[in-house]
């Protein structure tokens, strides 16, 4: 018997089905189940403690070539639970000194000023001061290189007489990334609405053009904390005759992944 | 580096076990009686931890109700929406999003008729960033038998609030304690102090607005 074209198709697409279907969960493992892996002891012992900070007091104290098991983890703490069945936190700086089923140190993933060099995503928030008006924006980067980063922004604008919105999209390019203090430069472009306040006679919403160049500088904190600051130059491309120029100042936090 | 020369010594052997096992095994078939000593022992395949795979509870979600008192306007219930991401074990940055309603002034009250805001312009939104640490954290005890585990708070951070039909900078300050009774669940009581500049009633002023708020948050 041969197989005719119609044959050979499903077996084709039943192939596929079946390689899609087969290597799915092996590809989304990490996405959607966690590990909870066992780690043995080799200092003298490892402090549990209640709760996942050092204001908790230890109550516990798993010994020397003991296994404890990793549940989970809350910022630099570690819910483990030991051969004998108690459940408490441990500090990195301790779980960091176990080893693995082969007796090798394990890469805890310590983040250092490197991890922020290396990021892919950042989320922060800043204030600041828009032509006098008060500020506050919310921005997402995603970086495709430690130099070149793109990123949105969304603005709130405070003034005593009108409010407004700003959204931007920009790209942001890092020289030095490495730096501690790492200057940066942007270009951007996007709109901007202002909305006069109800005590203000006579005055209609307006919706426009901006593009924009900017200079900052990105100082990593500590862990996944870094503080922005940033000077912009706005070209508000107007309706009326003249372009208008507004220059921006910001300062912030965030927090990259 | 130890595990670099580890798996250096692995692939040599493994590299000797391929050449040197099957003609072994070969040559074994004709003389079955004759023991040979496998040259390597094979371990069984080992797990590699993955610390990234861990599960990590960071985030905080929940809802929130209490009262706020609106200066000027009296005082309504405040319900909203708090999200928080934390930092480190002192430190956390947090976004609200709340709303309230504004009462009746005393001018108004007082005139009869007299209202100086329309019903839309009434209703209160506001929304704002702040960061918070965690200045006390540590063990609260209820009598000698019963432990929660918490931290005290205080909050910093500035937003925006729909006040009267426009859109104030607000900055706001408070103190707040968290009770964490589960792992994944927490409770909150927070009294935050909501500050912005208005000059709805005639003389720009500056505004205190106190909140006191219930939450109920999960961690994930």
């Not at chain 2, 390597?40 to 990234?52: G, I, L, N």
């Amino acid at each position: 018997m041969s197989l005719g074209a119609a044959g050979v198709r499903h077996r084709l697409v039943a192939l596929i089905l079946f390689a899609l279907l087969g290597s799915a969960p092996i590809a989304n493992a990490g996405w959607f189940s966690s590990e909870q892996p066992d780690v043995y002891v080799v200092d003298p012992y490892l402090d549990i403690h209640t709760g996942p900070g050092r204001g908790f007091p230890k109550f516990y104290v798993a010994e020397k070539g003991e296994t404890v098991t990793v549940l989970k983890r809350r910022t630099d703490w570690f819910k483990v639970r030991t051969e004998r069945g108690k459940e408490g936190w441990v500090p990195l700086s301790q779980i960091s000194n176990t080893r693995d089923e082969g007796g090798e140190l394990i890469d805890w993933g310590l983040i250092g000023r490197d991890g922020f060099v290396q990021r892919r995503t950042e989320f922060g928030f800043a204030g600041g001061d828009f032509d006098g008006a008060r500020t506050l924006s919310a921005w997402g980067g995603y970086a495709l290189t430690p130099n070149i980063m793109l990123q949105v922004e969304a603005s709130k604008i405070l003034g005593d007489f009108s409010d407004g919105e700003m959204a931007l999209a920009s790209i942001v390019l890092t020289p030095f990334p490495e730096w501690w203090v790492s200057p940066y430069f942007a270009l951007g472009t996007g709109i901007l609405h202002i909305d006069p306040h109800t005590t203000v006679v006579q005055a209609e919403d307006r919706t426009d053009e901006v593009a924009h160049a900017a200079l900052g500088a990105n100082v990593w904190l500590s862990k996944r904390f870094v503080m922005r600051m940033e000077y912009r130059r706005h070209t508000v491309l107007t309706s009326r005759n003249d372009n208008q120029e507004i220059d921006q100042w910001k300062a912030g936090f965030s927090v990259f992944f | 580096m130890e595990s670099r020369l580890q798996r250096f010594l692995l692939r040599i052997s493994a590299v000797l076990w391929i050449l040197g096992g099957t003609p072994v095994s070969a040559w074994a078939a004709d003389e079955p009686e004759h023991d040979v000593e496998p040259l390597v022992v094979r371990e069984p395949e080992r797990r590699e931890v993955r610390v990234d795979n861990i599960d990590t509870e960071d985030f905080e979600i929940g809802v929130y109700g209490g009262i706020m008192d609106i200066e000027d306007f009296g005082s309504d219930t405040v319900t909203g929406l708090r999200a928080a991401y934390h930092i480190t074990e002192d430190f956390f940055i947090e976004g609200t999003y709340g709303q309230s309603k504004l009462g009746q002034t005393s001018f108004e009250e007082l005139s009869g008729g007299a209202s100086l805001l329309t019903d839309a312009q009434r209703d209160l939104t506001y929304w704002n960033g702040s960061i918070g640490w965690n200045i006390l954290p540590g063990e609260s005890f209820i009598g000698s038998r019963m432990a929660f585990k918490g931290s005290l708070y205080l909050l910093a951070g500035a937003g925006s609030t729909e006040f009267g039909g426009d859109n104030v900078f607000t900055i706001n300050a408070g103190v707040g304690y968290r009770l964490i009774a589960r792992d994944w669940l927490a409770l909150h009581v927070t009294a935050q102090d909501h500050i912005w500049e208005s000059d709805l009633l005639g003389e720009s002023a500056t505004k205190h607005n106190i909140s006191l708020t219930g939450s109920l948050t999960v961690f994930f």
